[in-house]
């Protein structure tokens, strides 16, 4: 191989490793189960009136300021992201990227990402998304030092979304994102609580407090758990009885919520295991939403 011809390929390497750095900073997974519910909320909005190029520019704006606020909650949360073992990999800590550069990166797709929103979508979208922003980096991420209910006010921006798509589509609110809203929140709380059972130990380790100490009557997380899945599985009614969702979405709805309801009450008891409930978590949304949006269909 002649020197000009391993030149050209050590700098397209570095290339494409700079932008798979910048990728990981807007946590993929994440993002894209945003603009999966975000998605789902427009075309339950827009209904016989759906557009792909007006579903195709709210996205184009939501994954700008959502990959923007991702990137900012790295930079904010790079100290403690080295130290855990789940997290030390990524851009930030493992020095791919500075943590200037995530910072610059973070603001300019934020602000970018909210400006086309506002004016290429409509200010509610806009004013939906900017609030996401500011609970998910004003309070969720520095509460995740100091308590563990901060699990209940992650829960607000995570379940926003649906939220955005039905404000981008009507440019007005009503119930039934909101019934949205309220299944995508009580769903995240048996979704992150078994997450942070799942990695109590490296969490533990970089001084985050995303579970409680035991009481004498049991453990308040487990309450909670508890609690928000029975809350879930009736309140997933609702989409149903209001009358936009039906034949398909109602047995699904109530299936996957008694299973869920079922492995929550197994974590508990210690009978099942925590990688297990966040699958079965996993499971239920993207099942409940496609129902819904097929009875829409």
Not at 57 to 80: D, I, K, P, S
Not at 118 to 127: D, G, I, R
Request: hydrophobic letters at 55%; a positive charge.
């Amino acid at each position: 191989m002649s020197y000009p011809t391993a030149a050209i390929e050590n700098r397209f390497d570095l290339v494409r490793e700079r932008l798979l750095a910048y990728y990981e900073l807007a946590k993929p997974r994440v993002l894209t189960m945003i603009l999966i519910t975000a998605l789902a909320g427009f075309y339950m909005g827009a209904g016989a009136d759906f557009e792909v190029t007006a579903a195709l520019r709210m996205l184009f704006g939501v994954t700008l300021a959502a990959g923007g606020t991702l990137a900012l909650n790295q930079y904010m949360e790079r100290v403690t992201d080295g130290i855990m073992h789940r997290t030390r990999n990524r851009p930030v800590p493992s020095e791919r990227i500075t943590p200037a550069e995530a910072l610059f990166v973070g603001v300019l797709a934020t602000v970018l990402g909210i400006a086309q929103l506002w004016f290429a979508v409509n200010p509610l979208a806009a004013l939906v998304t900017g609030t996401i922003s500011v609970l998910y980096l004003g309070a969720y991420t520095p509460m995740k030092r100091f308590t563990w209910m901060c699990h209940v006010i992650g829960a607000v921006p995570g379940a926003l979304p649906p939220v955005i798509g039905w404000a981008a589509a009507r440019g007005t609110l009503a119930f039934e994102p909101f019934v949205m809203f309220g299944i995508m929140f009580f769903w995240q709380l048996p979704h992150s609580l078994s997450i942070a059972r799942l990695y109590q130990a490296d969490y533990a380790r970089a001084g985050l407090s995303l579970l409680p100490q035991d009481r004498e009557w049991g453990n308040p997380a487990s309450v909670l758990m508890l609690a928000a899945t029975i809350t879930l599985t009736i309140f997933g009614m609702l989409p149903a009885w209001m009358g936009f969702a039906g034949k398909i979405y109602l047995p699904i709805s109530v299936l996957l919520g008694a299973v869920l309801l079922g492995y929550a009450f197994a974590l508990v008891r210690g009978s099942t295991t925590a990688r297990r409930v966040m699958f079965v978590s996993l499971i239920y949304l993207p099942c409940v939403l496609l129902a819904m949006v097929l009875d829409k269909v």
